[in-house]
């Protein structure tokens, strides 16, 4: 089966991934994606390069893929992982906040991650919460 993305390397874009592998100043993504196009542009199989690096099959593919389509500064940087969407919107977060502030409940001596969650509920702010989601909230905002 003839390889759909076949690498082939300027003598530029070589120097430029040898540079990267052999300075280590790189995050080792970074490193592992020069490797991959040097062993690629070397003529090595997927196989052979995944067993060399000890990554799988699927990514030596998505980076001969990403070089072909988008070149070599794009296939270096990867792809950028948005975050993820946060669990309170900023009335919830406001309130917590505020609930974390206040006095604790009677017979409390002070509010604890579960109070709080649970407070959280009782006062149908939302439909459930962890402790732990109230902890990071907190310690991002206080």
Not at 103 to 120: E, H, I, V, Y
Request: charged share 30%.
């Amino acid at each position: 089966m003839e390889k759909k993305h076949v690498i082939k390397l300027t003598p530029q874009e070589r120097k430029r991934l040898l540079s990267v592998v052999s300075k280590g100043q790189n995050k080792a993504s970074v490193i592992r994606r020069a490797h991959i196009l040097l062993k690629s542009d070397e003529g090595k199989t997927d196989r052979e390069t995944s067993e060399l690096l000890y990554i799988s099959q699927e990514t030596v593919r998505r980076t001969r893929r990403g070089f072909c389509q988008e070149g070599l500064n794009a296939t270096l940087a990867g792809k950028p992982h948005p975050g993820g969407t946060g669990k309170l919107d900023e009335y919830q977060e406001a309130y917590l906040i505020t609930l974390a502030c206040s006095d604790p409940p009677p017979g409390q001596a002070r509010w604890t991650l579960k109070l709080l969650a649970k407070q959280l509920v009782n006062d149908s702010i939302v439909e459930g919460i962890a402790p732990e989601t109230v902890r990071l909230v907190l310690k991002k905002t206080l």
